[in-house]
């Protein structure tokens, strides 16, 4: 009776045994399938981000956003305005209307008329220039101007924009910057009033001034030509030889 309590006792612990094996193995293996799943859940999860960022940049045109860019310029300039560029001189100061001409085939530099010589006087006694020195920033603007006939840029260099404006042909920034003070002041930005009124603001007034003191110390009209070119209108091709012709005949008288 003993023995076969023994036989059944040591059975019934054999038996919890197995089942506790098993047991053991079946969890690892359900751990293991819980961590296959949780790697296959990021693994789409990463699919899905992928996919979404593909499809977002898919949808993403950069010739679209140049495009739009380039409507907004257009609205603003449309906004301000395009009456620099119609407008008809109305003074008599200067010597022809600057905007009744065809763009010349060949320059002419020699120095005619009365706006140049005039302006040199004047910025003698304005600005304190000896003769070379006002005959070195003149020459400059008679030749960005064709001799003062062409105030506003025939051919624009940049393509699309409105070109330069004035004694300067001065753009961007610099050419908005004119046409607000001229309207502030009340005068036409085709008139010498008007030009020579800011010529004598931006000198004066910002720091586009910073090369008086070099052109002050300039002893020939030729080096004074070459200050006001290089630091103040700084074009991008200079012809310089023009510039430096056209202020030595001012310096003549």
Known sequence: MIKESIQQFRAARQQRQKMGAISA????????????????????????RRSAEQSTESSYNPEEKINAWYAEIDAIREERGMRADMEQSTTGAMDVDPLSNPRPQTFNDTVEGETGSRLVTELQEELGLTL???AGLVGNLHVET??????????PAVPG??????FAQWTGPRRVAFESWAEENGVDTNSYEANKGFLLHEIQNTSEGNFMDELRAAETAADAAMVVSSKFLRPGIPHNDRRVAVAEQYSRG
């Open 25 to 48: 193995v079946q969890t690892k293996q359900r751990m293991g399938l819980a961590q296959r799943e949780a790697e296959n859940t990021k693994m789409d999860i990463r699919a899905t």
């Open 132 to 134: 070379e020195q006002a």
């Open 146 to 155: 064709g001799g003062f006939k062409f105030l506003q840029e025939i051919e």
């Open 161 to 166: 924009s409105r070109g330069g404006l004035g």
